[in-house]
């Protein structure tokens, strides 16, 4: 079973339009093919960038429908719990949680749209940096 960690920045794209790679993998989801991991910083980091004000963002989804996207979430996820020990593994401080999630749930991947920022690190505890579109080929074409 593949365990992935969603960036924050893949969600906040999926919100923010129906049409991209990071909305395709949100519909594309399948909890019997792929595990999703969070922990409580990381999804407190989602929820925030989902249900940010109307005009800020230009959302695709209603506030009912954000609402709807994160309690579906939270059925999905397995919970990770954090341990800061071996941090820090990144120039980002922000990014660290995501790479501790990936690294303490035994991910197989990080899916985000800034793979630059996890790539070395990710790489050293053997977990993969996909982009959306990646991702979208590798486990859902």
Excluded: Y
């Excluded at 790679?21 to 989602?46: D, G, H, Y």
């Excluded at 989902?50 to 800020?56: N, R, S, V, Y």
């Excluded at 999630?101 to 197989?108: I, L, N, P, R």
């Amino acid at each position: 079973m593949t365990r992935l960690v969603l960036d924050t920045t893949v969600l906040a794209h999926a919100v923010r339009s129906r049409h991209g790679a990071s909305n395709r993998i949100l519909l594309a989801f399948s909890p019997q093919r792929v595990k999703l991991l969070a922990s409580v910083p990381l999804f407190l980091e989602w929820e925030a960038s989902i249900i940010e004000p109307d005009d800020i963002l230009g959302n695709s989804l209603d506030r009912t429908q954000r609402n709807d996207l994160l309690a579906d979430l939270a059925g999905l996820i397995i919970p990770i719990t954090l341990d800061m020990a071996w941090r820090p593994q990144l120039r980002n401080s922000r990014d660290e949680m995501v790479l501790e999630t990936a690294v303490t749930g035994e991910a197989d991947a990080i899916i985000s749209w800034n793979e630059r920022c996890f790539s070395e690190a990710a790489a050293r505890f053997g977990i993969a940096t996909l982009s959306p579109q990646e991702a979208l080929q590798r486990w859902w074409s």
